[in-house]
């Protein structure tokens, strides 16, 4: 696992000593190890956290006769066998044991189409001297980031993280109002955006082309759900499963560095562990958070996996009301833009406790994914349903709940506000329920909340390219659907951010088995009976590990992992909301939001302590540190419109 940037440039600039800035930037993501290359148009850099062939693994690798450099970041499961096809062919030589090596050699061998012969967690980028090109590619699913910037036409830089890439003056520091729109509408920022106006990041599956001062961008990889006869047999699936899981979790457990597994108590992180146990001749090193509030915490369910497997494990404690002002920049400085996913703060935390015990953690993300595990699946088929009824009656029910709302003794009732949710969304279009069931702020809040001129077409626009990432998936049926949206967006945009900068802040490297392709081609070749059953959902998952894990995984309900935000409201935080939000007149977002509504969503957000009937004490808080995210981020990076 490492770090990489690096930049080329027709012009005069001082590349090297930009680069060695750049990866200065990035030493958290590889501690052990540093190297560089540079010509007279060209530097590249990296760090490195030494996990395989940590000896001579040493980047960056040249080939054998210095036309071709490489930097890498992240592991590659299949090197093995690869270096194994490469060496029969006669026309490789290798110099090391390592993944980076098998990368470079096969690309001379496949060309472009490299990408698709890995199995793994990648980004990475081979610069051609003969013609001062450069090739890079990112994994399948975005495990691992690459940001990018060209804007003059004659520079390409590139980081793994938007801190390190602004080490290049000549970016502007311009929000891009697009890409803050979509975050502000749907809580994440998505491929190839950034909220930086002209820094784009490389899409998971894609690959991209420098040659020439113009970059081609081509994707390699989709996940084509299509259902195949022979695992219509639950048996079959059944065991299909198992062996994928069995078989990833073995490859994702080589190291040369001690390993171990998050543990929340989950379906998916409990079989991952539960593989882990039954293919290891000691003790597994499992770890959980245990939080303060009993309905956030799955420590219990952890612990009695934990006993049932008998690993070697740990729980870390993170108090209610321990907001640190700190909480809020790291998680700022780390993503390099406004990050709305609040769990992003127990990570960090239980990432430096484990590191002190382990160096490279198996985690259970993509569970929900792969195999259907989100109740929103289940929520939009219920809308579907309800959205049969006539336009006119829903706009009458929805009124009636707005109003029901306000009698007394109703405003406390949470059933009147989901039914008016519910009537609300089902009242959207069918592609429109796939991705407005999260929203963060509604249509009409952002209308009440944004100043500039133009916020209702750019409203419009982020709504329209929601929809049209829907659309491209016509064809599928409902439930793919929804599982396409998850695995495209809000998997590597918000799941995957929050372990790849948390855990790689406190140098641990991340793998989830659950996002092996063998696993993923596996899932989307399954019928949709086997992924949700009535109520039960990623049924064939549950069935393939029941008998390795105590009853306790499968009958608690899903929790997720989270922290209860309102809890966290302290002095500090109430402090940051009214400096950042209302207390800067000149900012960012006094030019983007309107004073009044601004007012009205930090009270609402700062006070709000339970559930009502107009709205949930999740969403009040989680719209608060949404806005809260954003002016931190425009005040560390010195953001303007």
Known sequence: MCGICGLTTAGDADHAAVVTRMNAAIVHRGPDDAGSYTDATTSLAMRRLSIIDRAGGHQPIVNEDGTLVIVFNGEIYNYRELREELLRSGRHIFRTQSDTEVILHAFEEFGERVPERLEGMFAFCIYRTTDGSLFFARDRFGEKPLFYWHGDGRTLAFSSELTSLLEWEAIPRQADLDALHVYLRR??????????????????????????????VRRYFALQPREDAAFEDERAAKEAVRGALLSAVKRQMESEVPLGAFLSGGIDSSGVVAAMQRQSSRPVKTFTVRFAQADYDESPVARCVAEHLGTEHREFFVPNNAFDAEDLWRVVRHVGMPFADSSAIPTFYISRLIRDHVTVCLSGDGGDEMFAGYQTFRWTQQLDRLAIAPGFALAALENVFAAASRFPGLGGSSAVRKARRAVHFARGSANERVWSIGEMFSRDEMDSLLADEHHAARRRLADDWLNAQVAALDGMSRLRQMMAFRQQLSLPEDMLIKVDRMSMANSIEVRAPLLDVGIANLAARLPDKHLIRGDVKKYILREAIREWLPDEVFSHAKMGFGIPLHAFVNRQYVEL????????????????????????????????????????????????????????????????L
């Open 187 to 216: 809580a994440f920022v998505p491929s190839p955006w950034t909220t930086f106006a002209g820094v784009r990041q490389l899409p998971p599956g894609h690959t991209m082309t420098w040659r020439n001062g113009v970059a081609t």
């Open 577 to 640: 909301c009214e400096d950042l939000l209302l207390g800067d007149r000149d900012g960012l977002t006094a030019q983007l939001f309107r004073r009044a509504a601004l007012e009205s969503f930090v009270r609402r957000g700062l006070d709000r302590i339970s559930d009502r009937a107009d709205l949930s004490v999740y969403r009040a808080s989680h719209q608060l540190w949404a806005l809260l995210q954003l002016a931190a981020w425009a005040k560390a990076f010195r953001v303007t």
